[in-house]
T-cell receptor, first 116, second 113 residues
Framework: DAGVIQSPRHEVTEMGQEVTLRCKPI?????LFWYRQTMMRGLELLIY????????DSGMPEDRFSAKMPNASFSTLKIQPSEPRDSAVYFC??????????????FGPGTRLTVT | AQSVSQHNHHVILSEAASLELGCNYS??????LFWYVQYPGQHLQLLLK??????LVKGIKGFEAEFIKSKFSFNLRKPSVQWSDTAEYFC???????????FGTGTRLTIIP
């Protein structure tokens, strides 16, 4: 398996622009997580899905952030409009509830977002 | 509120030194415990995990961790570190039956050759 795939790996955009981050989880995993990592706040869970349904979005900072999972192999995190304080590394992770690696979250390589 | 504390923010050691990184959590109930490592420029990878049974768990690359329930701790250890262990280490906890992981703030480990 190729692991969790994220795109783009780097994104530089201007304040006010819309940003869309993409994630493809590991095939067969039924949980998908979006995290944000900054120096100031560390690793924060933004939202997670189970079987494509959002379960907990309490970490989403504000209405400018939205996430969707239209099918089991694809999710997006959108920021509109973007602000400089959104600059961070955004990680996607996936996991499954069954099997020997249950509860273990597999992380993607991350998207480094810079908003100028 | 539930939380995970890693009190060591930056640890600097020489090669072959022994390592212990602290992790404490404040959760009621049964927990699952994890240590993840993030090498420079890379994504997080699982080092080891504890669900139940023997409180001393062994992970990859010679790391181990001990769960002490009475102290709400899950400290990470390695008897002899290598330069390649330079990385950031994160402790994480979830409640049994809940997929949501709470991460500590991380400990940056620098190994001097």
């Amino acid at each position: 398996d190729a692991g969790v795939i994220q795109s783009p790996r780097h994104e530089v955009t201007e304040m006010g622009q819309e940003v869309t981050l993409r994630c493809k989880p590991i095939s067969g995993h039924d949980y998908l997580f979006w995290y944000r990592q900054t120096m100031m706040r560390g690793l924060e869970l933004l939202i997670y899905f189970n079987n494509n349904v959002p379960i907990d979005d309490s970490g989403m900072p504000e209405d400018r952030f939205s996430a969707k999972m239209p099918n089991a192999s694809f999710s997006t995190l959108k920021i509109q409009p973007s602000e400089p304080r959104d600059s961070a590394v955004y990680f996607c992770a996936s996991s499954q509830r069954t099997g020997p690696s249950y509860y273990e979250q597999y992380f993607g390589p991350g998207t480094r977002l810079t908003v100028t | 509120a539930q939380s995970v504390s890693q009190h060591n923010h930056h640890v600097i050691l020489s090669e072959a030194a022994s390592l212990e990184l602290g992790c404490n959590y404040s959760y009621g109930g049964t927990v699952n415990l994890f240590w993840y490592v993030q090498y420079p420029g890379q994504h997080l990878q699982l080092l080891l995990k504890y669900f139940s049974g023997d409180p001393l768990v062994k992970g990859i690359k010679g790391f181990e961790a001990e769960f002490i329930k009475s102290k709400f701790s899950f400290n990470l250890r390695k008897p002899s570190v290598q330069w390649s262990d330079t990385a950031e280490y994160f402790c994480a906890v979830n409640l049994f039956g809940n997929e949501k992981l709470t991460f500590g703030t991380g400990t940056r480990l620098t190994i001097i050759p």
